[in-house]
């Protein structure tokens, strides 16, 4: 269980992150189809697969204006009749038109997406009317599917990634929401486990188990290295797994294994600390869960942004393995 649950904390914020970041990155356009051919819906197809659209159909023209003003569009394109008529002649005067409450900083790119769609029909359309004159045997489906693999072979635009984190013009970088809220399930995780080991140790120091393993020959050296030896495994194969969620949907580099690796064994290994001594004192089991919860609450507090307002906040921020933690990656 220990070691499924950094499996369940990556996969859960990365698949947070990736639909909040496509479901925030979509611009919701209406479309109305008053032509009904084959070539609108094949425009329409193609703009639904535009990740950086969300199309909603509407099947008049009031459905589409009340969509508007529910905001639950930006802007709304209506395909007028004849559009495949016009396509296949090369007549591009009113083909589309457009229905918008507002002028938005957005409209001017939406044109463009829209222009490029129907731009890509004809051009589909009268690459199909001039094969056909030199090769009637050929249906339209197979020169489509013939442009298509075209298409995405030849890519007019190639993308390098680079790292450039390190750049001064990037310290202000904000790292993504799930990053953050993975790293502080992290700290949540870390902070039960060290509860569970300091209430168990308690109780084993009350029932005097650790005396009795001195008489079997087991020294409190190897009584401690196995809960240390747990820490250490949850910190490699725990963060293998837990970063093996992420890769599910954002691919290998989105953080460092060896960087997390450490920081948890090394966080895991104050806590452990801190509850070791705790279990030495003469409370009860409540009055030491008080007292260990009190002192991460209060690291956790320290490594919050109010905390650097104050005069000297900074550096003690610095005192707060919580903070430390964080700052290995935000």
């Not at 947070?16 to 209406?30: D, K, L, M, V």
Request: glycine share 6%.
């Amino acid at each position: 269980m220990l070691m499924l649950l950094p499996l369940l904390i990556g996969i859960f914020w990365a698949s947070a992150g990736y639909y909040t970041e496509r479901r925030g990155n979509a611009y919701h356009i209406g479309i109305v189809d008053f032509d009904q051919t084959e070539v609108s819906q094949e425009l329409i197809e193609n703009l639904s697969r535009n990740p950086s659209l969300s199309l909603i159909r509407y099947d008049a023209r009031d459905d589409a204006t009340r969509g508007l003003s529910n905001k639950e569009v930006l802007q709304t394109y209506i395909l007028l009749e004849g559009f495949e008529e016009k396509i296949l002649e090369g007549n591009y005067n009113k083909l589309v038109e457009v229905v918008t409450m507002m002028k938005s900083p957005y409209s001017d790119w939406l044109d463009d997406q829209i222009s490029v769609g129907v731009i890509r029909e004809w051009i589909v359309s009268d690459g199909y009317k001039r094969l056909q004159e030199r090769a009637p045997q050929y249906t339209r489906d197979m020169f489509k599917e013939a442009f298509d693999a075209y298409y995405s072979e030849n890519e007019l635009l190639r993308f390098s990634v680079i790292s450039c984190l390190e750049d001064d013009s990037f310290k202000n970088y904000e790292p993504p929401f799930f990053i953050k809220g993975f790293l502080w399930t992290w700290i949540i995780y870390l902070f039960l486990v060290g509860f569970w080991v300091m209430r168990h140790l308690h109780a084993e120091r009350t029932h005097h188990i650790l005396r009795r393993l001195r008489l079997s020959g087991v020294s409190e050296v190897d009584y401690l290295g196995e809960y240390l030896l747990m820490f250490f495994s949850l910190a490699l194969i725990g963060s293998i797994m837990s970063l093996a969620g992420l890769y599910t949907y954002y691919g290998v580099g989105i953080l460092n294994f060896l960087k997390l690796s450490s920081v948890v064994f090394g966080l895991g290994f104050l806590l452990f600390v801190l509850a070791y001594g705790l279990s030495n004192l003469n409370y009860n089991a409540n009055q030491l869960s008080f007292i260990y919860g009190s002192v991460v609450v209060f690291w956790c507090l320290l490594a919050s942004d109010i905390i650097a307002f104050i005069p000297g906040g900074t550096s003690l921020q610095k005192l707060s393995p919580v903070f430390i933690f964080l700052n290995t990656y935000l």
